[in-house]
């Protein structure tokens, strides 16, 4: 019976994975990791193949 109650209390606990708080410190080193990744990817030539599609797949998307 105890373990019936603790498998529903873990299933509660992973009804929003998604919901956790992390420190603004984390998430600015995380960027400053992962921007430039982008930047290289995209200025690629397999980036630049992926860019044109997705802009023919989605043409009434803004650019900035």
């Known amino acids: 019976m105890l373990s019936g ?14 919901e956790i708080e992390l ?12 921007v430039p990744e982008i930047q290289k990817f995209y200025a690629s030539e397999q ?9 023919k797949k989605y043409p009434n998307q803004n650019e900035e």
């Open 5 to 18: 109650q603790y498998t529903m209390a873990s299933q509660e606990k992973r009804l929003n994975p998604y």
């Open 23 to 34: 420190p603004q410190s984390i998430i600015d080193s995380f960027a400053r990791f992962l």
């Open 47 to 55: 980036g630049q193949k992926e860019l044109e599609e997705w802009k």
